[in-house]
């Protein structure tokens, strides 16, 4: 009886893990289609901003997700990740609000603040739950072509949007972010029949009905809670040191193509293309990105010597986007794209196989971190570099700085594998 009644559940869950899948596939598609994502460089820049403000503007934004996107998992951890998403959402909404008022340039940083917030929010903890909730149904084999659907969906609606930004820079920006307050309220409207996916003990008894007695807790409970959080996940990091490798070799994929998106609004108008069409090159990046994370989904190569080639080619990519040549600067900045998209899907698979589900949401977060660290730094450097040099400038160091961190890691990496190797020959004689 116990067994059927075990095979029964299983099956309900196969049926619901259908319909949580393509309600995250809208979930993804409200969130990626973002007009104002190819513009507003040159929103701000029409708003009386310079390049290196506008870079001032990014660095806050990522010190603001450097400092956040660890507790955002944690959060997503502790008290769920539907609960999670719906706050990235409603987070979302006020940070396009902030971005339209005038009057104030604080107004400005107060929305890169929200923005930030709104995507830490959701970063890692949309993965986490998909991840679960095929774990929980048995099909975790099946996660590389979901999260690889995903990512085809997000770069799809990413590119649909750069098509859309001429209508974005005629209706102004305050519109055009009017247009992201009503696609966040979707996300809401698209995570709430979401059911939050219960594989250990913690997460059905967070799942549970709360009672007034678990509302009672007190905040000693919340914090020993949190606290106990943060030991267990200090302890995973500190006794994984391959699995953060390939979290910040992922991110250092993922540096220079925002980067890229971001200055090369101006520098394709420095290169003659038209203002109110910029968006209409940029269409192509977003589907290098995807056709990546298709070959990726196929991919069977070792995830060293892939990333590896990954770094030489991206760098290699970056520095091409520095031409003053239109074909070249799009080849070079697809080839990015197309390497952070495989990069994307080939880390996140290998490495959520040796996360636990109870800090699944935290663990893809410090990945995440390990990304803004590196956009903190990069993003007022390349703007400073674009201000006071060239923009052309910034992309030959970016792309020379990749290059050199991609040569430094194969050595260090290398050297640990034969020291492992001299090791394990010594205890054998």
């Keep these: 009886m116990q067994l059927f009644r075990f095979d029964l559940d299983r099956r309900i869950l196969i049926m619901d893990i259908k319909k949580q899948t393509v309600l995250m596939y809208l979930y993804e598609a409200a969130l990626a289609f973002r007009m104002v994502d190819a513009v507003w460089v040159i929103f701000l820049l029409e708003r009386g901003f310079s390049l290196a403000e506008v870079g001032t503007a990014e660095g806050v934004y990522h010190i603001t997700s450097m400092l956040f996107e660890v507790p955002s998992g944690m959060a997503a951890d502790l008290f769920g990740r539907k609960r999670t998403l719906i706050l990235s959402g409603i987070v979302g909404m006020c940070s396009a609000v902030f971005m339209t008022l005038e009057g104030f340039r604080g107004f400005v940083y107060c929305g890169m603040i929200f923005s930030a917030l709104s995507l830490n929010l959701a970063s890692g903890t949309e993965e986490a739950l998909i991840y679960d909730s095929l774990l929980e149904a048995g099909r975790e084999s099946g996660y590389?072509?979901?999260?690889?659907?995903?990512?085809?969906?997000a770069r799809t609606a990413s590119a649909l949007s750069c098509l859309a930004s001429p209508i974005a820079i005629m209706m102004g920006y305050r519109y055009t972010y009017y247009i992201s307050v009503f696609l966040y309220l979707c996300t809401v409207i698209f995570v709430l029949p979401v059911r939050e996916p219960a594989v250990t003990e913690r997460q059905k008894l967070r799942t549970e009905k709360e009672t007034g007695k678990?509302?009672?807790?007190g905040l000693h409970e919340l914090g020993r809670r949190w606290k106990q959080h943060i030991g267990e996940t200090v302890t995973f990091i500190r006794k994984n040191p391959k699995t953060m490798a390939k979290l910040f070799a992922d991110a250092a994929l993922g540096c220079p193509c925002y980067l890229i998106m971001m200055y090369l609004q101006e520098h394709l108008v420095n290169c003659g293309w038209p203002k109110s069409f910029i968006g209409i090159p940029l269409v192509v990046i977003p589907l290098a990105g995807a056709l990546g994370t298709r070959i990726a989904a196929k991919n069977r190569s070792r995830l060293s010597k892939a990333l590896l080639?990954?770094?030489?080619?991206?760098?290699?990519g970056t520095c091409l986007v520095g031409s003053n040549v239109l074909?070249?600067?799009?080849?070079?900045a697809c080839v990015v794209r197309m390497c952070e998209g495989f990069s994307e899907i080939t880390v996140s698979e290998n490495v959520n196989r040796e996360f636990s589900s109870d800090y699944r949401a935290t663990l893809v977060s410090v990945g995440s971190m390990c990304y803004s660290v590196l956009m903190v730094a990069a993003s007022p450097v390349?703007?400073?570099?674009?201000?006071?040099?060239?923009?052309?400038?910034?992309?030959?160091?970016?792309?020379g700085g990749l290059l050199a961190a991609t040569a430094v890691m194969h050595i260090v990496t290398g050297r640990k594998r034969h020291a492992s190797i001299d090791n394990t020959h010594k205890r054998q004689f």
């Design 309 to 316: 080639l990954c770094g030489i080619i991206s760098g290699i």
């Design 214 to 217: 678990r509302y009672r807790e």
């Design 327 to 332: 074909i070249v600067v799009l080849i070079g």
């Design 144 to 153: 590389k072509k979901v999260w690889s659907n995903i990512s085809l969906i």
């Design 382 to 399: 390349t703007g400073f570099l674009g201000d006071h040099y060239s923009v052309n400038a910034a992309f030959y160091l970016l792309g």
